[in-house]
């Protein structure tokens, strides 16, 4: 089984409240193959919702405490963060997931990059909450492009 951001499947759970629906994804999902998540949904917060991003480092800085989550209107929305990132990794846990395949830049499923906290779009290198505690657990998590590259590369899927 692999997890899905579930925003790729065409679920509308962005901040905005909408969607980066991508075919592919919303296939792997009707055939069995994948589950989406929303981890700042499974967090308790609401869709629309003011943009975030962490401040003080990556996902995994706020994981150990050094880090926050904020939104645009100085809101600290670390714990909503966390508490999304230990959901989805016990749908994780529960369904066997040995990959996910989550949204680049996100403050939760970002992967290598996210945005540098400041809401400027800037893009440093990190990972969001969600994807430093899957890494954590041993949990191979690609982004929403790297993982298209390597599908149409090898059509494993």
């Known amino acids: 089984m692999i997890l899905i951001s579930a ?7 962005k901040y905005n409240g909408k969607n980066n629906l991508h075919p592919f994804f919303m296939e792997l999902v009707k055939q069995g193959k ?5 981890p700042e949904q499974l967090g308790g917060l ?11 480092g990556d996902g995994l800085n706020v994981l150990q405490g050094k880090g926050q989550v904020i939104s645009k209107v ?5 714990d909503n963060f ?3 990132a230990y959901e989805t ?13 989550l949204k ?11 945005y540098d ?26 982004s929403d492009k790297l993982f298209l590259e390597e599908v149409l590369e090898n059509e494993s899927y």
């Open 7 to 13: 925003c790729l499947c065409g679920i509308n759970c």
């Open 46 to 56: 609401p869709t629309p919702r003011d943009p975030a991003e962490i401040s003080g």
């Open 74 to 78: 100085d809101q600290d929305l670390t």
């Open 104 to 114: 680049s830049r996100s403050p939760s499923c970002g992967v290598d990059e996210i």
């Open 117 to 142: 906290g400041n809401f400027s779009g800037k893009v440093i290198s990190g990972d969001g909450v969600t994807t430093a505690l899957l890494k954590q657990y041993g949990i191979k998590v690609l």
């Open 82 to 84: 966390i508490r999304g």
């Open 34 to 38: 994948a589950l989406p998540v929303c």
């Open 89 to 101: 990794m016990q749908i994780a846990k529960n369904t066997g997931a040995s990959c996910a395949v």
